[in-house]
């Protein structure tokens, strides 16, 4: 997939992230999305690394939404702590 490719469904895992994860989001809902994008990276190699699926497979899609939720997840909590010593 080319990255114009992975970028656009990136962004489609990070809409459909957002809606699994509602609740407000330090950055917005673009960085949210870029949020998305990284942990659809992230998870989709992670997944092919480990050979749970190949190039083009759908269930690539449910690992690019578990990634992008994690990152997601993880990004709350940063911004959550690092607030609170503000």
Do not use: H, N
């Amino acid at each position: 997939m080319s990255i114009i490719g992975w970028i656009l469904f990136g962004l489609i895992v990070g809409v459909v992230a957002k809606l699994i994860m509602p609740g407000p989001d330090p950055g917005g809902m673009i960085v949210t999305i870029l949020l998305g994008i990284v942990g659809a990276l992230i998870g989709g190699f992670i997944g092919r690394m480990l050979g749970w699926y190949g190039e083009g497979d759908p269930v690539g899609f449910i690992m690019a939404v578990i990634g992008a939720i994690v990152v997601l997840f993880g990004y709350r909590k940063i911004s959550s702590t690092s607030q609170g010593r503000a």
